[in-house]
């Protein structure tokens, strides 16, 4: 019960997804009325706009009340879906891909990051760009570390296609230095 003059200014809502189980709540009136628990279903989400499950668009998966994006070398072709599918070996996408014909030929390289005096890179950062789109200013990767000697980092990348790395962006740049390798 609230006390007081104006209780019925008072709005209270509750919207929050624990372990599948979306709780939802609001009210402006004292006592307020009963609120309900839903469980969206796999491949769902919970929509609040809708005040309901929903589900999940392509190029995402649905898994405890709540819709992600599909990782990098994976794909989300059906609505609803529960999960994303694995590109076929040797290629890779982006997040988000809706389907099996944006998985392209890839490789998968190590690069290396070095740095002589231990502490990191100092904000510097390596940033790799794709040679034949040069103008567009996206980086095809990017790179950096903040303490310690060495950092190993994966990375996916198109095949038949040209790079060019560029290291800039913080200070003691000659400590930097890197190598790109095959991993195993």
Known sequence: MVDGNYPGEVYWEIIHAINGVVVAAESSQDPS????TYVCDAGSGWDIDVGA??????????IS???HICPYNTYGDVIGSAQCTACPS????GPGSIGNEQCIPGICL????YDTYGDGWNGNKLRLFDENHPGEGEESASFTFSYGFQKSKTVFLPTDRCYFGITSGG?????TSWKLTIPG
């Open 65 to 67: 009340g709540n819709c």
């Open 171 to 175: 200070t003691y740049l000659k400590e």
């Open 33 to 36: 009325p009963p609120f309900c």
């Open 110 to 113: 190590e690069v290396i990051l």
């Open 90 to 93: 040797n290629t890779i996408s």
């Open 53 to 62: 499950c929903k589900a999940c668009p392509k190029g995402s998966y649905g």
